[in-house]
């Protein structure tokens, strides 16, 4: 009886960027290097993030995904894939400042400034106590992400920026640590399982209740 032909399993999400840096442009020797470091249980020791212009403060490192497809079973070495398809989904929220690119943008679009001024992690609506009293700063129901700010003060031209980035679901992504740090092969590993970006528990779940919360909150104080 013939052998059933093993069927080419569809793209799936990996690393796309590690560390800051692009996956499929590191050495064999570099993703062993960041796999090992991603399973450590602190960040001691993480390397630079050039979007936080620090060292990296997520555990796992990873700052994006991207999809790729298997072009050798036998090695089980992929490829990203290419076009609009393969394009990064960010899933850490640090990957959005690189360059300040979004803080000017917005700031053009919403207060006429591409050099606005730019107040981080801003607390707001905190909790009373039963005596009317503000609860400790690390318990406030929430903060506004950054304020930008025209910088001509006499103007009060100010917004408040939201930032999320993409959660992921399925497989965890410890696993896919440990098949990069024992891939034999010399290309791109091949994901080990599916994983794909979690537009509905980032978008719907998280983010559209933080808006309902603070955006009609904003408005009422003009």
């Known amino acids: 009886m ?20 692009s996956f499929v442009n590191l050495t064999k020797s570099e993703r062993k290097h960041f796999a ?11 390397p630079h993030c050039p979007f936080l212009g620090q060292s990296c403060i997520k555990r796992g490192g990873v700052c994006s995904l991207r999809l790729y497809q298997l072009v050798n079973p036998g090695t089980g070495e992929g490829k990203a894939v290419a ?11 640090h990957r959005f400042k690189h360059d300040a690119a ?9 207060i006429d400034t591409s050099q606005p001024l730019i107040v981080g992690e801003v607390r707001f609506l905190q909790r009373l106590t039963a005596n009317e009293e503000a609860v400790s700063e690390g318990e406030d129901v929430g903060n ?3 304020v930008l700010v025209h910088p001509d ?8 920026l939201e930032i999320q980035a993409v959660y992921f679901s399925g497989s965890e992504m410890g696993k896919l640590f440990r098949h990069i740090q024992t891939y034999a092969g010399n290309g791109i590993p091949f994901p080990d399982a599916t994983r794909r970006p979690d537009y509905r528990s980032s978008g719907p779940k998280r983010l559209m209740p933080q808006l309902q919360i603070k955006v009609p909150t904003l408005r009422r104080w003009g």
């Open 2 to 21: 013939a052998k059933r032909k093993s069927k080419t399993p569809p793209p799936r999400f990996g690393i796309g960027e590690w560390y800051g840096r």
């Open 36 to 46: 090992a470091q991603a399973q450590n249980k602190s960040t001691a020791g993480a």
């Open 83 to 93: 076009g609009d398809e393969g394009d990064l989904r960010v899933t850490c929220p």
């Open 102 to 110: 979004i803080y000017s943008l917005i700031g053009e679009l919403m």
């Open 144 to 146: 506004i992400d950054n």
């Open 153 to 160: 003060l006499d103007l009060m031209k100010w917004c408040a």
